[in-house]
């Protein structure tokens, strides 16, 4: 076994593997386990139907995200202000019971550390390098980018972790997504993974765990790369990871979840060893060239449907695959787009910066970098800004990007998913489009009707100014 | 769960691409707190089309469904999976599917059946006029009109379908090897095996 070269992902597999079936299949090990309020109320309700318990409720932190308004959540007085709606209302409080109930720690709507449980994680040091993560929520992959397995579950899985702290999984192919070269100026991470995506397509990654390598990636901050691993998905892939190393250890170091003393420094020493051997190989690898990826935006209905900001919307016959052809017509049809269009002569009506992909400190400096001393274009109806986390908008409010965002029009927002999928309030209006640093562009996804250019914190924030999307580099 | 070993009748030829969990049901419907209910919303937006499929006279209450490559594909929502029980589908039918929603389906005694393209195709074809078979014991979907094309599925899951056998309490039988692991573990790995410390604020 030892001989053997081994990836990164096969490393933590091989550590995790509690029982090997014949037919391959394994019972694997969930080091930590997040839970929020949308995919867990069934998963609840189906072990108290059967008598069951939380087996490593130590390993499991509650935190509610997708429903909660983000506007305020208390009055002067410090009394909770009643949620509107009566279903995102019922699913939070269900939270709220059921959390303490089976004795898993919850993070409250009002505490300073609430937030995206993928912002949460990492910035608690709940999330660490070589830890199988998991959580009833697609965008798990995100915790990749610390170097853990980490992948989404639907309810059932959820329940079977509560109960087992395990999963039944067959290990899944490998692919090497390797970047290589530098980033020209103003292309970030997102533009790194919308570039992959429309390299990989939407199904590329299925059946597979990528491990995104080359020196664009290890180059990216620890957020940075948490902005690629988490938009894996994206690619139909079920897990993305990157190695972890020195800058990945000094973000880790000091964070509240995260080992100390002696403990840390055994635990570097094996997130050391975890990095894909010399010879080891990949099912299949990909290699981009940096120097080819420039900001990006999305034109269409899916991840795949990826141009750069220089480009044009696509024609239905651009397309070899008929099947394809007839979704970009349908895409088209939705998004209000013409073959030929100029991406920057499209006109928008709000601009959504937050999302498990894109609210962290570093995304809101990138993008208050880009709104100091201008304001939205007037045809911008809405502007906001929705923190990752209630650590996270303390420190913007701390370098003042509050104050930035708030000049150039924007509003400045509690944390939560917010307008990436709308559950809450907020929502983009049927027709209007929205420049959003979210994940997801699927039909109906920021509100019915609801158009979406997936794009990053950077270009969300040139496009605001112009009104239209821009290019970030022509702003200077 | 309940035992499946056939599903037999008129199958939805739906065949789009890339069916994202968004369009299987959209983010409204999760809201609830149950399993139950959620057929209402499922295809939400392309029901509103009157002339939909799946409100069709011929085609409401089919247990197949029949769609392109990628199905299921986007978040992890099991409620996609909750919502085409409600509306009475308990076998997909396509070339390929992301890899969580088969988990939940599975997961929920919904069969997804992996088949090549031209065979969904002559499916999509057959669909339209008649009835068609899924046998799960011998792997197989036939038509009336003597089409027979195999299909592979994991044993296991085979094995949890045709008897309809709860996951959770399979893997609590395994107990013994799982505490046998967390003790390994809290020494080999003990940043792994419990948590740092108490939640707050990074003090680095």
């Known amino acids: 076994m030892a001989s053997k070269p ?9 550590a995790h593997v509690v029982e090997r079936r014949d037919d391959g299949t394994c019972l694997i090990y969930v080091d930590r386990h997040l839970v929020h309020e949308v ?28 429903n909660l308004p983000t506007t305020a959540r208390r009055d002067a007085a410090g009394r909770p202000i009643p949620i509107a709606d009566v279903e995102s209302a019922q699913q939070l409080a269900a939270l709220e ?39 009833g929520d697609s965008h798990t992959a995100c915790h990749g980018g610390l170097g853990a397995l980490a992948f989404g579950i639907g309810t059932s899985e959820v329940e079977h972790v509560l109960a087992t702290q ?27 993974v919308l570039h992959i995506g429309g390299v990989l397509r939407a199904a590329g990654g299925t059946g597979y765990v990528i491990e995104y390598t080359g020196s664009a990636i290890r180059d990216l901050s620890v957020e940075g790369r948490l902005t690629v691993s988490n938009m894996a998905i994206e690619h139909g892939a079920r897990a993305g990871l990157i190695a972890p190393d020195d800058k990945t250890f000094a973000y880790v170091k000091g964070r509240p979840y995260a080992p100390k003393g002696a403990e840390w420094d055994a635990a570097v020493t094996w997130w050391r060893s975890l990095s894909t051997d010399p010879g080891a190989t990949y099912d299949k690898v990909v290699v981009i060239n940096a120097a080819d990826i420039v900001p990006s935006v999305t034109w269409g209905t899916s991840p795949e449907d990826v141009v750069p900001i220089t480009g044009s919307v696509p024609a239905p016959e651009d397309f070899a695959d008929p099947s394809k052809q007839d979704a970009a017509r349908k895409s088209l049809d939705y998004m209000g787009l013409t073959p030929g269009q100029k991406l920057t002569e499209v006109e928008i009506q709000n601009v959504f910066i937050g999302s498990c992909t ?30 990752g986390s209630g650590l996270v908008k303390r420190q913007a409010e701390a370098e003042g990007l509050d104050k930035i965002f708030l000049a150039a029009g924007f509003e400045w927002r509690e944390p939560g998913c917010s307008a ?57 | 769960m309940e035992p499946l070993r056939e599903v037999g009748g008129r199958a939805i030829p739906f065949g789009a691409k890339n069916v994202d969990t968004d369009v299987i049901i959209p983010a409204r419907w999760l809201k609830t707190i149950t399993r139950d209910g959620l057929g209402r919303g499922a295809f939400e937006t392309l029901r509103s089309d009157p002339d939909n499929l799946f409100d069709s006279a011929e085609f409401k209450g089919s247990p197949i469904l029949i769609a392109g490559d990628n199905f299921g594909c986007g978040s992890s929502r099991e ?53 068609i078979t899924i046998d799960l014991e011998h792997q197989s979907v036939t038509t ?3 089409d027979r094309f195999t299909f592979e599925i994991d044993p296991f899951r085979k094995h949890c379908l045709l008897e309809g056998l709860d996951e959770v309490g399979l893997t609590l039988a395994r107990d013994v090897a799982i505490a046998r692991y967390e003790n390994d573990a809290a020494t080999a790995l003990p940043w792994l095996a419990r948590t740092g410390q108490s939640l707050g604020e990074h003090t680095a």
């Open chain 1, 6 to 14: 081994r990836t990164l992902y096969e490393k933590i597999w091989d």
């Open chain 1, 39 to 66: 995919t867990s109320p069934q998963a609840f309700e189906a072990l108290r139907a059967s008598g069951r318990t939380v087996r490593r409720p130590d390993l499991t932190l509650a935190v509610p995200d997708h």
């Open chain 1, 97 to 135: 019971r059921n959390a303490p109930e089976f004795g898993i720690r919850l993070i409250g709507d009002a505490d300073v550390e609430q937030g995206i449980v993928h912002v949460v994680g990492p910035e608690q040091g709940f999330s660490l390098p070589g830890a199988t993560i998991v959580c």
């Open chain 1, 166 to 192: 395990t999963l039944l999984l067959k290990q899944s192919k490998t692919m090497e997504v390797r970047v290589e070269g530098v980033l020209g100026a103003g292309v970030t991470a997102k533009d790194v």
């Open chain 1, 358 to 387: 894109n609210s962290r400190i570093e995304d809101l400096r990138a993008a208050a970098k880009v709104l100091k001393n201008r304001t939205k274009a007037a045809n911008v109806r809405w502007a906001v800004v929705v923190p």
């Open chain 1, 420 to 476: 990436c999928l709308g559950m809450n309030p907020d929502k983009v209006p049927p027709g209007e489009r929205c420049a959003s640093t979210s994940n997801r562009n699927f039909v109906g996804r920021q509100g019915p009707g609801s158009r979406t250019h997936l794009v990053s914190p950077a270009t969300a924030a040139a496009s605001a100014v112009a009104g239209k999307l821009a290019d970030v580099r022509e702003l200077g």
């Open chain 2, 79 to 131: 409620h996609a999976a909750w919502a085409l029980l409600d509306l009475g589908i308990t076998a997909v039918i396509a070339p390929s599917f992301s890899d969580i929603f088969s988990g939940n389906a599975f997961k929920n005694g919904i069969l997804t059946v992996v088949l090549p393209q031209e065979a969904v195709d002559r499916l999509m074809e057959v669909a339209k006029t008649d009835p």
């Open chain 2, 144 to 146: 009336p009109f003597q």
